[in-house]
């Protein structure tokens, strides 16, 4: 949506798959060497073992760090380019992709935070609290905004439809007059 705002520019584009799939071999590298095991332990009730979630990595935080850092770089070009055409474009659709986009960044950047500030203050069984509310909040996001799109690009289509005058009208007319 960023690289759409920003009229297809290349050096956008570049910018945003080159932080895209540093932020993924990143996040990918850390959790594969922050994993924990789950030690069979004998708990503290004599007679009772199991797997038990051991303490977690100080490092999970980290892609969600790069995921704020990222959202906010977006956000950053949304609003650049927002404040460059506020004033030329007279779009419903740009309108409501701006709209949508802003209010998209700053919830991905709201709950980024929460999942840093929960994975560094919280224990690690607990870090994960807000994580699947994030993808689900952000998914509904995303589809409303597809929604109102489409429900823009429809009343566009509408008002630029060609009225029909049946002959009669027209014929009945002429003799009026």
């Known amino acids: 949506r960023t690289y759409a705002l920003w009229n297809h520019n290349r050096y956008v584009l570049a910018a945003l798959v080159f932080a895209f799939f540093a ?3 990143a996040s990918v590298s850390v959790l594969f060497a922050t994993t924990a095991t789950a030690p069979f332990e004998t708990s503290e009730i004599l007679g009772v073992t199991g797997c038990y ?3 977690g990595s100080f490092k999970l935080f980290i892609p969600f760090l790069l995921l704020f850092v990222h959202e906010l770089g977006l956000l950053s070009l949304t609003l650049i380019r927002a404040t460059q055409s506020w004033r030329t474009v007279r779009n419903a659709l740009y309108a409501v992709l701006l709209k949508h ?3 998209y960044y700053a919830c991905g950047l709201f709950f980024s935070a929460v999942n840093i500030l929960t994975s560094l203050l919280l224990k690690y069984a607990y870090s ?3 994580q699947n509310f994030q993808i689900i909040i952000l998914a509904i996001l995303a589809t409303r905004m597809h929604l109102h ?3 823009a690009d429809q009343t566009l289509h509408d008002s630029d439809a ?3 005058i049946p002959l009669s009208d027209v ?3 002429g003799r009026a007059s």
């Open 171 to 173: 014929s009945s007319a």
């Open 162 to 164: 060609v009225m029909l």
């Open 101 to 103: 986009d802003v209010f």
């Open 53 to 55: 979630q051991g303490e």
């Open 23 to 25: 932020i993924i071999v």
């Open 128 to 130: 994960a609290l807000f």
């Open 149 to 151: 799109l489409w429900h």
